[in-house]
């Protein structure tokens, strides 16, 4: 573990052991009874059966395609307002049917939105959900269709270029525009304004690139709207919260100039006016109170401040998500709180117990804020001072009686993230064993979040529960603890033919290649990399990395953004990494986005609060739309690169990068781009790790490498 993040930990453990002293922290009085998110879930669908429903249902009529519209757009909104609630099969047919009608003529707009939905929310399958959105957005400038289905369109496209790492600032000016005709919309009755302003606040958060001339215009539609007293007053407290932040900017505190910090104040107290008048008109409504966090974090800073208005937002929404995520990260390290703070908070909403609803995963969500900030999962879940509320917290949900099929895979997979994180592998045994196939999509994108993956959980606890015997058992728990010594110990006293299975034997062969490794890089000369069936000792930011032939790796494009698989190999100014790359292409691949693969060096999270884009020196095959791919040296981005040369696939292509000091090269089947200065690229961190990238590669690709070694380049180690 690095120093840094052992003083973290150290740092973290006494202010916990002095959490009764951090102010802040008392209790969540837990009420027995009260509205909760499914009550405003009711509310919106309400509203969409009133005000979209109807002009939809029009446009079916007499369409050979409108019974499958009418199911889709039903089963899309009830998974919109009120999250997953399928069995895995039955999800499946969902998604085949949403598939289904975008193949149709349908270009009803609400019909094409719901089957973008449900194919990204339950599929993660963003081109087939693209084909449904690209339907909708046809109609996004008609004024003819309800305002809010445009923003909603509008606001799905934002999302689906901000994954595929496109530009979208012209979205957002078209947005405002969007914005204001909906604040005049008389879809918004009196019953329906609480609708609104929480979808105003989903809109805004979704816009980073505005400027003051679209503040302005947002600040004039709602003073001049016919909207509530109460709506105004929130509406325009969520817009100083953004004008002040857009004023300040993203960067530390010693980053700011006088003249920002001016307007960021002079917003934030404007922000403070509204949103408190309109927790005075409406305390029984949570979004005024919990949007006072951002304004407190920005200003005072002080926990015990924070804790009046997160209670205040909860007293009226017992489950108001907004009200938990705003209090986590004002109370990070960043903005003026502490690891202790933050993980105290979380013990708190784990006491609740109220596994009915969502507060206790705000457990889960604390731990994973400090791990996003100081590296290690499991020495944040098994550190001495959280690991029993960690295990408590793993019982309550696997002992919840969960009715929605969808929400009770979820529960079981995080029983068994946490109970493993924490170090009680026959616990997380159980939750892994309560899911009929995979781990759910939501559960594998909290562990990519920390950088881990479903392989890696399941081989580590079977290992680490006996089931290869007692010898893998303690080396297991040898390697958890990073004691190479022990390890070694260990390694050496078993004997690969009395082990009981392959995946036993396999098992034990990565662990010894990683351990071994390190002192063959010093003694020079290429070595292979370790690559073994469940990539156990590999950290993945996501996608589907599969072993897939002895020493071969492959990655199934699935339109992700960005997804990297990391090996446990250090690097710091001189290394280099070869092999073969085989692209399995078709006619019939359909291309979300330019995408590109490579190898990285020196990957290293960025730790910032929130979870961003590694730092990497990466060399990528660039892979446009139209014409030659090319081959490139990038920094973190993929568009941040020098120099380029354009190449030709082959049925088996040879590729080598090299890291020398400040100079990084990339050769692709022989096409070599000469030692570029890596200065420039601005990473954060000096040291990290090897690893390979893939930037929006296309659902269906296969990429293969193979024949993959190391080496040390030259003196500059």
Known sequence: MKIHALMALALMSGALLHAADLPGTSGILVPENGPLEKDHAALRMSWAEKHLLPEAEKSWQGKPWAEQAKAVTQKGLALWFNGPSEAEKDADKTAAAARELVRTECEEPLACLMAHKILWQLKQDWWGGARGLNKAFKIVNDEKVPAALRVWIEDQQIDRLKTTNWRYNDYHKKQVDRLVQALNSASYAPEFEPVLVRDFLDWMENLTELEAVHFEKLEKAIRESPLSEWTRACLLGD???????????????????????????????????????????????????????????????????????????????????????????????????????????????????????????????????????????????????????????????????????????????????????????????????????????????????????????????????????????????????????????????????????????????????????????????????????????????GGSWRVTAPGEITLTGSDAGFVDLAFPIWVDKALEIRGEVTYELNAQTQWFAHWSFGPSLRWSPVRSGILQIPDALRGLTYHPKKGDPEARVTGPWNGQFKGKAAVQLKPVNTFQASLSGNEMSFTFNDRVMPPQDIESFGLRNSRGLAAFTGINVPTGVKIRISKLEVRTAGPAL
């Open 239 to 541: 817009v100083h919260v953004h004008w002040a932040w857009f004023i300040r900017g993203s960067g530390y505190a010693n980053e700011v100039n006088e003249d920002a910090r001016k307007g960021f104040r002079a917003h934030l107290k404007e922000a403070e006016e509204h949103l408190k008048k309109a927790h005075e008109l409406r305390p029984e409504r949570p979004e005024a109170a919990g949007r006072m966090l951002q304004v407190v974090m920005g200003t005072t800073g002080r926990a015990d401040e924070l804790r009046v208005w997160f209670d205040r937002s909860i007293a009226a929404q017992f489950d108001y998500r907004n009200a938990y995520t705003g209090l986590i990260y004002a109370s990070t390290k960043r903005w003026g709180g502490s690891d202790g703070l933050v993980l105290t908070l979380g013990k708190r909403f784990a006491e609740t117990k109220r596994y009915d609803t969502d507060v206790p995963e705000q457990f889960l969500q604390a731990c994973k804020q400090i791990v996003i900030e100081n590296g290690n999962p499991r020495a944040v879940f098994s550190h001495p001072l959280v690991r029993e509320s960690a295990l408590v917290f793993a019982r309550g949900l696997q002992a919840h009686q969960e009715t929605n099929p969808a929400r009770a895979a979820r529960l079981q997979g995080l029983v068994a993230v946490v109970a493993w994180l924490a170090g009680d592998d026959e616990l997380a045994q159980r939750g892994v064993s309560a899911l009929d196939r995979e781990f759910p999509a939501s559960v594998t994108r909290d562990l990519n979040e920390m950088l881990l993956h479903p392989s890696m959980l399941r081989t580590s606890v079977f290992a680490g529960k006996g089931g290869w015997g007692e010898g893998l058992r303690q080396l297991e728990h040898k390697y958890r603890e990073r004691d190479v010594e022990a390890m070694k110990a260990t390694l050496a006293k078993l004997k690969l033919e009395s082990l009981p299975t392959e995946n036993a034997r396999n098992y034990v062969e990565l662990i010894r290649a990683e351990v071994e490794l390190p002192e063959k890089l010093k003694e020079g000369g290429w070595q292979p990399l370790p690559i073994y069936p469940g990539l156990s000792t590999c950290r993945s930011s």
